[in-house]
DNA sequence: CTTGACCTTCCCATCATGGGAAGGTCTAGA
DNA sequence: TCTAGACCTTCCCATGATGGGAAGGTCAAG
């Protein structure tokens, strides 16, 4: 299976047909060559490469960002420092959304915390979020 | 300042006028009353469930969410226990999440951990999103 | 009466993804 | 050789919550 359609190489690659021409469209992957009647056509190489996608997806980057490292994948006089720094930012940006999710669990928790959640309805819960200062 | 115009119940409310026209439109809240002129007429009482609104929204909880906490918020017949149910469900949501993001950090940080950070460009980052295994 | 700050509706964009329609192509089997 | 059905193509629309902006109407102060 040297040359593939869309599905197979979506298939191997662990992505979407639909997401492969959506990458294709928005420049992340080159056009695919085409045979006569139109279909594109794939290679193993090219799967190589939604394979990475996949993975960097996965791994919560964004198109932006999964751009910039595909462009320091393919390219050998890249600098591990420049990938390093890419994943690094990305770290940050994970930890700092942990801890908006942690504040707001610690939040919620604190009004649950405080709720009776029986038969009555009393409930600090509705309170806080109505009293909405912060 | 007992009636207002949607400007002044958004700053009152803590929310952009464009979306109390929004919540408006998707029915979380009932349609304003209007001027002869067309324009939309707020008065305390509205302040205050947008305030309601932008606290529950600061907190993570989605619309249909929301839709359904003011539902309670305003049923006098409501229990706590439905309250503390739907809180419930949203601090659990907000644990996977959690756990989501911090999985995928430590992925991540696996891989920068090894990567030396230099002028090379050896790669242990790429290479993990390249090998897109798992 | 004019100016400028407000309001109205309507359309478009985000981000990554999927659904589905309308229509063309290919392949295996009768 | 014909046909069924599994592919493929492009195009449009939807998500969820939000903002930007255009075109045009309203209002209050000077």
Not at 68 to 73: K, Y
Not at 84 to 92: C, D, G, R, V
Not at 101 to 119: F, S, T, Y
């Amino acid at each position: 299976m040297e040359e593939m359609n869309i599905g197979q190489a979506a298939a191997a690659g662990g992505v979407s047909a639909k997401m492969i021409r959506h990458y294709e469209a928005i420049g992340l992957l080159s056009p695919a060559r085409r045979t006569p009647a139109g279909y594109r056509v794939y290679r193993h190489h090219d799967v190589h490469n939604l394979r990475f996608i996949r993975q960097a997806r996965r791994l919560g980057f964004s198109i932006e960002q999964i751009r910039q490292l595909l462009g320091l994948w393919q390219n050998q006089r890249r600098t591990s420092r420049k990938v390093k720094e890419l994943a690094m930012q990305h770290i940050e940006a994970l930890d700092e959304r942990i801890r908006e999710l942690q504040k707001i669990r610690q939040a919620l928790a604190h009004l649950a915390r405080h709720c009776q959640g029986d038969e009555r309805p009393d409930c600090p819960i509705l309170d806080g979020l109505a009293k909405g200062d912060v």
